[in-house]
């Protein structure tokens, strides 16, 4: 048995973190000053155990295609394996192969949002003078803009009182705009400024978070490539973390761990991020962090500070490796401190130098690869659902990347029942009937799949359209000649007055509405809404339509 695992041997259940390589060893002494070098020999595996540990917190860094990724993807699945529970926040799709392996949950960022506004036992001053600090953070805004920052999003929430959604990004754009009209000419400048930098988080008609308690008493990816800027991804990852750190407080403390929270990019988040006081805090609730990086310096400096544990893969940055090395040698060793910086500056893909609390001297450590070996049926079949569809589609698609048609219906069955897809049958007497499948749907399931089946049979039709499906804009605009036509799928739930004042500010941008109401409410729409301009149709006849000139130029009658 290897030195380490005589050194590492505890009760409870032991995780594979690589195979050691290497190890430094002080071979001489000379005029009292220690010589240490690297001794290559075959030492084991390296064997870590969660609850045993000074501090839960992992740091991992080096450059891009160093193994960062591969090395993590294979942490994630030794803990999954030893029961610990894993939240993932993947800004590009690597990890979401792992579901099925982990048994997690799926969350598109854009489709599942994190509503910052939610206040989560805070007062509305709690929250908003959070909200500031952290838009000013991330969007490096000055005293003046994050005051009147401050002032908008106060008026948000007084503005919104009592209703029964929480605020939103929305609600906060629409209280500028009203607090721009009232405002002098400096402050308009100041308040025009931060609409067009907060428009950069405008993904999506987002009022309520993913279930978080679902969250941490499970296993979950966030897939964050669909939000397209770093700003929007920084916002949504500082967001998740505060609503953990919410939790957490509100734990019994214990001294094991019970949930980590992988973070990839983990320089988004800057300093003096809630990051930070998650990993200053988390060890006495159990709650592990897991920063990545590409620099070390970019990560919080209390995650630094806290990680037991660093894994340093390939780093050639001059000032980047002469931290890491220091870091690593713990002291003012100068050899010691040279074979570090000549083991960083040589390492092949897939080796990390490893320093971790529990150890004399760092190791040279071999990551395998990783990542999964075949598609995963979670994540290829959400995917393929972000708009709607049906089984059989499903099936021929899956059939495709070689998972059978009976493992694919039991997985639809399994993920409708968990929650992470959504379903709604759709009996049009048209070529559409049937159960079509969301994968978190952003308004109710019956409202997005349809929008899915206008989408469809514009499509059919010649049609290009683009779906938008947001508060700020129609449900689905279509480009027929040199006219953008806004169409609007209403499933009976609104207020026609509130339907018709939409239909006209509508009008304003586009020279024509068609308005696609569910086939039980057609007539009481059709008697109310009789506006220039504006088309209204039941959903069947919408689906049984042969050409665009009916959906568009045909009178109600």
């Not at 994630?76 to 799709?93: F, T, Y």
């Not at 792992?98 to 997690?104: Q, R, S």
């Not at 590409?294 to 630094?304: H, L, N, V, Y």
Request: glycine letters at 8%; proline letters at 2%.
């Amino acid at each position: 048995m290897s030195k380490w695992k005589i050194f590492n041997r505890k009760k409870g259940g032991m995780i594979t973190f690589g195979r050691i390589t290497s190890m430094l060893v002080m071979k001489k002494i000379y005029f009292d000053k220690p010589r240490w070098q690297w001794e290559r020999k075959h030492y084991g595996n390296m064997m870590l155990n969660p609850n045993y540990r000074m501090n839960p917190h992992i740091v991992v860094v080096g450059e891009s295609g160093s193994g960062k990724s591969n090395a993590c993807m294979g942490l994630a699945r030794q803990l999954a394996a030893a029961g610990e529970r894993v939240a993932i926040l993947d800004p590009h799709d690597e990890y979401s192969g792992l579901a099925d392996e982990i048994n997690a949950r799926i969350y598109d960022a854009a489709y599942n949002g994190i509503n910052a506004f939610e206040l989560d036992g805070a007062s509305e001053r709690e929250r908003a003078s959070e909200l500031t600090g952290m838009l000013k953070r991330i969007f490096r805004l000055g005293e003046v803009q994050g005051y009147h920052l401050y002032k908008a999003i106060m008026y948000t929430y007084a503005r919104l009182y009592g209703t029964e959604r929480a605020q939103n990004i929305h609600d906060l754009l629409y209280s500028i705009s009203l607090l721009k009209k009232k405002a002098g000419t400096a402050d308009s400048r100041i308040l025009d400024g931060l609409s067009r930098r907060l428009l950069l988080l405008d993904t999506g008609n987002v009022s309520h978070s993913a279930d978080m308690d679902g969250v941490m008493n499970g296993n979950s990816i966030f897939v964050l490539s669909g939000l397209h800027t770093n700003e929007a991804q920084s916002v949504y990852i500082e967001s998740f973390l505060r609503k953990i750190y919410r939790r957490m407080l509100q734990m019994d403390k214990r001294p094991k761990s019970r949930f980590y929270v992988i973070i990839d990019e983990a320089e988004k988040l800057g300093q003096k991020s809630i990051a930070g006081k998650i990993a200053a805090e988390g060890r006495k609730y159990g709650i592990g962090i897991i920063a990545v990086s590409q620099r070390i310096k970019s990560i919080d400096k209390d995650i630094r500070t806290n990680a037991s544990l660093i894994a340093a893969f390939y780093q050639r940055e001059p000032e980047d490796l002469n931290y890491l090395a220091n870091l690593v040698s713990g002291g003012n060793e100068l050899n010691r401190f040279i074979e570090i910086k000549k083991a960083l500056r040589g390492l092949r893909t897939g080796e990390a130098v490893i320093c971790e609390s529990g150890m004399r001297n760092p190791v040279i450590t071999l990551f395998g690869n990783g990542a999964p070996k075949k598609p995963c049926l979670t994540y290829e079949i959400a995917r393929r659902c972000m708009l709607a569809a049906n089984a059989d589609e499903i099936c021929v698609a899956m059939n495709g990347l070689g998972f059978g048609k009976e493992d694919t219906v039991k997985r639809l069955d399994s993920m409708e029942k968990e929650g992470s897809l959504q379903s709604h049958v759709v009996d049009a007497e048209s070529e559409y009937d049937g159960k079509w499948y969301m994968s978190m749907p952003r308004n109710s399931p019956e409202h997005d799949v349809c929008v899915g089946l206008v989408s469809r049979q514009l499509k059919r039709l010649g049609i290009d359209s683009r779906i938008y499906n947001n508060s700020y804009g129609p449900d689905l605009v279509a480009h027929y000649g040199r006219e953008k036509i806004a169409f609007e799928y209403e499933t009976g739930s609104k207020d026609i007055e509130k339907t018709a004042s939409m239909l006209k500010f509508r009008l304003n941008v586009y020279p024509r509405v068609t308005v696609i109401v569910n086939n039980a409410h057609f007539q009481r729409y059709f008697n109310a809404l009789n506006i220039e301009n504006v088309r209204v149709m039941g959903l069947s006849e919408f689906l049984k339509a042969k050409g665009m000139h009916e959906l568009l130029y045909m009178k109600n009658v």
